[in-house]
């Protein structure tokens, strides 16, 4: 099977010699963590709520080059950002406070906050240099990937092998309680566990998870570099990061607030109020007390679901028109149940969905800004692609031109787990 196309050597040489200059090290001991971006095709929003969800990383995400330190210093650079942040890992971290404006120091720091938090004792800090598209971070979780970048870089200076399934949780820590932010366990899954060329699922509840068999024609003409379909994302020119926006947790708070009151009605008032312990019976049975949003918002869970269930089945068939038409529906549910994103996503995903070749479309990630993501036969990307810009630019003419006309709408491929070379 044909790997990631992503990095490049010249994108990791690049890296290295940057982290060289910094710290006079041999270009040769200068490692690089390699963490992509990730897109969901399908279970969105649902991993707080300890649903199943279905992920996969692209070509495409951050580098960071580093050599440990000889004592207990942390310097690092960033490609995209100013300044240089430093600090030492034997200084114990704490959350961050709210309303603090975060900064590119929290990543790192919450990093160190997260393997101190779970007993791990750090000696030797790193120098590093950090880089990844600015304009194309929003809306596939660049903070997931930057936060796991950090961890596998401290744990490898300090020759500590910790697995995938604890990464996630230390990630968990980072965004949950450093920074506050009540998302579930998606984003950092989808990076650890990925696999080229295959769509990797987790039950978010028992954090069970597996890649889902591809259809035998489909794993034929893979590992002979055809794809069957690319990924198509359309950025909106929006691009404020997760954490500055209230709407996220306050979704957050009214599925639990409709999972409280569907178990109270239940008589399982004793269980987490999750919508993952809410029977789908019971749910049908008591839908009518709850508020009108919070109805919205379980509805959009137990849907949410069902489509994942199905969307697997759809995949292991090879089939993709009834995938995308999942993920359409999934769309749409986010905008009609879910009642995220704002005017400008909800104009491209109409746009998308009217586009050459489209299998199915949804905003990717919370959807409040950054992307969108389509699924297309790979024959028409190109003629998909001139048309989503076209639209767009009649549609949203002012953000469309804060982007580069080359970088509205990009081509991916499917990409690997987060690493180290
Ligand atoms: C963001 C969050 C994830 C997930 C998605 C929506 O990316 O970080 O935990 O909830 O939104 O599916």
Redesign the pocket.
């Known amino acids: 099977m044909v790997a990631s196309s992503w990095p490049s050597l010249d994108e990791l040489d690049a890296v290295r010699n940057k982290v060289a200059d910094m710290s006079g090290a041999d270009v040769r001991d200068v490692r690089v963590v390699v963490s992509p971006y990730r897109i ?1 095709p399908l ?6 709520q300890g649903g199943t ?1 279905t992920a996969m990383t692209i070509n495409m995400g951050i580098l960071l080059g580093f050599v440990p330190s000889l004592d207990a210093q942390v310097i690092l650079r960033s490609g995209q950002l100013h300044g240089e942040v430093k600090f030492r890992v034997d200084e114990v971290q704490h959350p961050k406070k709210i309303p603090e404006e975060p900064d590119w120091a929290c990543y790192p720091r919450g990093a160190l906050y997260a393997l101190q938090s779970k007993g791990h004792h750090l000696t030797k800090g790193i120098t590093g240099f950090i880089c990844g598209s600015e304009e194309h971070s929003s809306g596939l ?1 660049s903070s ?1 990937a930057v936060g796991i970048a950090y961890l596998l870089a401290l744990e490898t200076a300090n020759c500590k092998i910790i697995g995938p399934e604890d990464n996630i949780e230390l990630d968990r820590l980072i ?1 949950n309680e450093y920074l506050h ?1 009540k ?5 950092q899954s989808a990076i650890l566990l990925s696999k080229y060329g295959y769509l990797t699922w987790m039950d978010c509840k028992t954090r069970k998870y597996d890649i889902a068999n591809f259809s035998e024609l489909q794993k034929c003409q893979q590992s002979e570099g055809q794809e069957t379909y690319k990924i198509l994302l359309a950025f909106s020119g929006l691009k404020e990061p ?1 954490m500055r926006n209230s709407g ?1 947790n306050t979704r957050v708070s009214e599925c639990r607030e409709a999972a409280e009151t569907l178990l109270d009605a239940s008589g399982n008032g004793s269980l987490e109020p999750l919508l993952c312990n809410v029977d789908p019976d019971s749910f049908e049975a008591h839908k009518s007390i709850l508020k009108p949003n919070l109805a919205k918002r379980a509805l959009h869970y137990f849907s949410e679901n069902k489509r994942v269930k199905e969307g697997l089945k759809a995949w292991a068939s090879g089939n993709l028109d009834d995938f995308g038409k999942l993920i359409s529906a999934s769309g749409l549910s986010s905008i009609e149940n879910y009642e995220c994103g704002c005017k400008e996503m909800i104009d491209l995903y109409e746009i998308l969905l009217k586009a050459p070749g489209v299998f199915g479309a949804r905003f990717s ?2 959807g409040f800004r950054g992307c969108c993501l389509a699924l297309v036969d790979a024959d028409l990307t190109d003629k998909a692609a001139a048309f989503v810009k076209q639209e767009y630019q009649k549609v949203q003419p002012e953000l469309a031109s804060k982007l580069p006309q080359d970088r509205l709408v990009l081509i991916c491929e499917p990409g690997d787990s987060a690493h180290v070379i």
Do not use: F, K, T
Not at 183 to 187: V, W
């Open positions: 969901c279970g969105a929003h649902i991993d707080h969800v979780s997931a965004e932010l998302n579930g366990i998606l984003d997760l996220y990630g919370a």
